[in-house]
């Protein structure tokens, strides 16, 4: 087990209906990248936070948004809630100084907007 | 791309085999380079890793070949156990560079 922790395990959501997600990371790391990963396929990158700052941003339009914590915990949070929004919704933990840049998953939170 | 399809390649082997799963990357500028396994309805699990000043790492029961003349990326899994059974990923990234980019996963189906 990698140590990186989230909740909840599953939600179900209405359109246009709001969300939190929580990721909690691993013990020593200070960054946090989320994903989404749609059915069959790969994970796809929505953003990463260091520091409590937004630190790279994908495709993902503005009601995707976030939150680090001091503790390097996060949210992410989704506005509005659109029917292709149902995914698995992974947090990576990393440590920004080590030059390795390994990101360790958690086991996701999988979203279903009805 | 980033995108990839709803039909996954499959390899289907037998335990005890070798097996090779390959993966083709997208940018040339990538320096570091991470396999992972992905078990149904969990999150995707590190195997191994490789930077771009290397050509092949070992490590138990797993090898990683890169090949950056043609962009091509392996991971060979030596005496496949039914335990191996899951998607395979890899990834790309360029060091200091926020995102992982995925590639088009490969299912592994290990019969006993």
């Known amino acids: 087990e990698t140590g990186v922790t989230q909740s909840p395990t599953h939600l179900i959501k209405t359109r246009g209906q709001q969300v939190t997600l929580r990721c909690s990371s691993q013990?020593?790391?200070?960054?946090v990248s989320w994903y989404q990963q749609a059915l069959g396929q790969g994970p796809q990158f929505i953003f990463q936070?260091?520091?409590?700052?937004?630190?790279g941003r994908g495709n993902f339009p503005p009601r995707f948004s976030g939150l680090q914590f001091p503790n390097y915990s996060s949210e992410l949070n989704v506005n509005a809630l659109e029917l292709d929004d149902s995914a698995l919704y992974l947090c990576?933990?990393?440590?920004?100084?080590?030059?390795?840049?390994?990101?360790?998953f958690g086991p996701g939170t999988r979203l279903t907007v009805l | 791309g980033e995108s990839v399809g709803l039909h996954l390649p499959t390899l289907s082997v037998q335990e005890g085999d070798n097996s090779i799963i390959n993966c083709a990357y997208s940018?040339?500028?990538?320096?570091?380079f991470i396999w992972y396994k992905q078990e149904s309805g969990k999150g995707p699990q590190f195997i191994i890793d490789?930077?771009?000043?290397?050509d092949k790492r070992q490590g138990q029961r797993v090898t990683v070949l890169l090949n950056k003349t043609v962009k091509h990326l392996s991971l060979q899994i030596a005496a496949t156990q039914p335990g191996d059974s899951a998607v395979y990923f890899c990834?790309?990234?360029?060091?200091?560079?926020?995102?992982?980019?995925f590639g088009t996963g490969t299912r592994l189906l290990v019969s006993p």
């Open positions: 490789i930077r771009s000043n290397m």
């Open positions: 990834a790309e990234t360029s060091t200091g560079f926020q995102k992982l980019v």
């Open positions: 990576a933990s990393s440590l920004m100084e080590d030059s390795t840049d390994t990101q360790y």
């Open positions: 940018n040339s500028a990538s320096d570091y």
């Open positions: 936070y260091y520091r409590e700052e937004e630190n």
């Open positions: 013990s020593g790391h200070n960054t």
